[in-house]
């Protein structure tokens, strides 16, 4: 391929649908993928939705990819298995009552439903759940989760036959950057002629600013997720839970139970691994996490839990907890859709809308003001975006006010 509208370098949930929304406005996109398509961070993903976030804005966004995210079959032609479970969220803390609290409002606000209910009505939908040290909780029912290999894949082979090109095993290795901005995109096999490049290389995002020019202020930070071996009497119908101070989410899958979480003390990664197969990972993480929910899912602690599957993936985080999403500062041309904070897969189908937006239109039809990368303008200590970074990870059921990314 010689030339371009544009190229997105990454084929995963963010790349997969930035590609398959600007094909759809007619542009001729490349597609450059390091690895096999769609095969790093994003099928490892807990798929989980949240809607109700810090700021309308972004609540409007996530609430928008559900409802893109309903409708994606029936869109794309492509298979997603998509299930509409609700979620649970529970506050063992007056703190984090308040909050809840503040959530409901929020919701309301925006239309999003989401509702106080008690602890036994709790217990109905998800009979698994323990009574003990539980202040409040929510129920938002529009909530869902999908299986996460499906929607990159999906948007690719979606973007394809929109006539995108998909380039596996073809990193991007450099840039032409001319007077105007971006000119082109340098590969093995050859340079791409474009005007217009979208960074989406989800933990190598910061790498490909680099070489761009641009600082990112990203850190990639392991995330991990076990699934159990099935459990008589746990079924699809049970809803997403989620315990705000420890950190911890609950789900059912394939029959058994996933259970996932945000540790204090996460490993923030310097030298990403070529691939994140071969990311070290750490199933005591989960235990510890499990052990502290034991009074809100005794379940965990049964000796006869078998693990089915433990895996992890490297999302990127940021300082403020929000996606960084728009304009790369300083290079014409250059975009950039990173900071997922792990919640990128669930809301990629709307920030990809969003990001063709704005490079078709010169604005997104969804306000992105909170999350366009030009609010990180400036210099960059090392050690206080890690810091700062691993905060907005260890609290991330409270960061930003309660801005609850799966
Ligand atoms: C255990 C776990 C649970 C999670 N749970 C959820 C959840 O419940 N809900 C949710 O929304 N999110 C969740 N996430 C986060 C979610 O996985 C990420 O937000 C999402 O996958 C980010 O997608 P991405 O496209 O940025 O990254 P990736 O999927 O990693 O894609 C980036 C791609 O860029 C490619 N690339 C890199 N450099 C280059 C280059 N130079 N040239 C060409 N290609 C390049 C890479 O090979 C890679 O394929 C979870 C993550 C983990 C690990």
Same mark, same amino acid.
């Given at each position: 391929?010689?030339?371009?509208?544009?190229?997105?370098?990454?084929?995963?949930?963010?790349?997969?649908?930035?590609?398959?929304?600007?094909?759809?406005?007619?542009? @001729?996109?490349?597609?450059?993928?390091?690895?096999?398509?769609?095969?790093?961070?994003?099928? &490892?993903?807990?798929?989980?939705?949240?809607?109700?976030?810090?700021?309308?804005?972004?609540? @409007?966004?996530?609430?928008?990819?559900?409802?893109?995210?309903?409708?994606?079959?029936?869109?794309?032609?492509?298979?997603?298995?998509?299930?509409?479970?609700?979620?649970?969220?529970?506050?063992?803390?007056?703190?984090?009552?308040?909050?809840?609290? &503040?959530?409901?409002?929020? $919701?309301?606000?925006?239309?999003?439903?989401?509702?106080?209910?008690?602890?036994?009505?709790?217990?109905?939908?998800?009979?698994?759940?323990?009574?003990?040290?539980?202040?409040?909780?929510?129920?938002?029912?529009? *909530?869902?989760?999908?299986?996460?290999?499906?929607?990159?894949?999906?948007?690719?082979?979606?973007?394809?036959?929109?006539?995108?090109?998909?380039?596996?095993?073809?990193?991007?290795?450099?840039?032409?950057?001319?007077?105007?901005?971006?000119?082109?995109?340098?590969?093995?096999? $050859?340079?791409?002629?474009?005007?217009?490049?979208?960074?989406?290389?989800?933990?190598?995002? @910061?790498?490909?600013?680099?070489?761009?020019?641009?600082?990112?202020?990203?850190?990639?930070?392991?995330?991990?997720?076990?699934?159990?071996?099935?459990?008589?009497?746990?079924?699809?119908?049970?809803?997403?839970?989620?315990?705000?101070?420890?950190?911890?989410?609950?789900?059912?899958?394939? $029959?058994?139970?996933?259970?996932?979480?945000?540790?204090?003390?996460?490993?923030?990664?310097?030298?990403?691994?070529?691939?994140?197969?071969?990311?070290?990972?750490?199933?005591?993480?989960?235990?510890?996490?499990?052990?502290?929910?034991?009074?809100?899912?005794?379940?965990?602690?049964?000796?006869?839990? &078998?693990?089915?599957?433990?895996?992890?993936?490297?999302?990127?985080?940021?300082? *403020?907890?929000?996606?960084?999403?728009?304009?790369?500062?300083?290079?014409?041309?250059?975009?950039?859709?990173?900071?997922?904070?792990?919640?990128?897969?669930?809301?990629?189908?709307?920030?990809?809308?969003?990001?063709?937006?704005?490079?078709?239109? $010169?604005?997104?039809?969804?306000?992105? +003001?909170?999350?366009?990368?030009?609010?990180?303008?400036? +210099?960059?200590?090392?050690?206080?975006?890690?810091? &700062?970074?691993?905060?907005?990870?260890?609290?991330?059921?409270?960061?930003?006010?309660? *801005?609850?990314?799966?």
């Amino acid at each position: 391929m010689q030339s371009a509208d544009v190229v997105v370098v990454g084929s995963g949930a963010f790349g997969a649908s930035a590609a398959y929304h600007l094909a759809r406005r007619g542009l @001729r996109v490349a597609v450059l993928e390091r690895a096999a398509l769609a095969s790093q961070t994003s099928p &490892r993903a807990a798929g989980l939705t949240s809607q109700v976030r810090a700021t309308p804005a972004l609540t @409007r966004l996530a609430q928008r990819a559900v409802t893109k995210l309903a409708s994606f079959s029936e869109e794309t032609g492509q298979p997603l298995r998509f299930t509409q479970s609700g979620a649970l969220k529970i506050a063992r803390t007056e703190r984090d009552a308040e909050q809840l609290g &503040r959530e409901v409002k929020r $919701g309301a606000a925006v239309g999003v439903p989401i509702e106080l209910v008690s602890v036994a009505e709790a217990r109905r939908r998800l009979p698994i759940l323990g009574e003990r040290g539980i202040v409040a909780v929510t129920w938002s029912p529009t *909530d869902c989760n999908v299986e996460p290999s499906e929607l990159p894949l999906g948007y690719c082979r979606a973007a394809e036959k929109l006539g995108a090109a998909l380039l596996p095993h073809t990193p991007a290795t450099g840039f032409e950057l001319g007077p105007r901005g971006v000119e082109g995109v340098r590969t093995p096999r $050859g340079t791409i002629a474009t005007g217009a490049v979208v960074d989406a290389a989800g933990a190598w995002a @910061r790498l490909v600013a680099g070489a761009l020019g641009a600082p990112l202020p990203v850190v990639p930070t392991r995330h991990q997720l076990l699934i159990t071996e099935p459990i008589a009497g746990v079924t699809p119908e049970f809803p997403i839970a989620r315990v705000i101070d420890a950190n911890v989410y609950v789900r059912h899958e394939r $029959g058994g139970l996933m259970l996932g979480g945000y540790e204090p003390d996460p490993v923030q990664v310097e030298a990403v691994p070529d691939d994140v197969a071969g990311l070290p990972l750490d199933i005591q993480v989960l235990w510890r996490l499990a052990r502290s929910v034991r009074e809100q899912f005794p379940i965990f602690q049964d000796p006869a839990l &078998r693990v089915a599957e433990h895996r992890g993936g490297l999302p990127t985080l940021t300082m *403020d907890d929000r996606y960084l999403v728009g304009p790369l500062p300083g290079v014409a041309g250059a975009w950039v859709m990173s900071g997922c904070c792990v919640g990128g897969l669930s809301v990629s189908p709307a920030l990809g809308e969003a990001i063709a937006g704005w490079i078709v239109d $010169g604005a997104p039809a969804l306000d992105c +003001a909170d999350i366009a990368p030009a609010r990180f303008a400036g +210099a960059i200590d090392e050690a206080d975006l890690r810091e &700062r970074c691993r905060h907005a990870y260890a609290t991330h059921y409270r960061a930003s006010g309660g *801005d609850a990314a799966p």
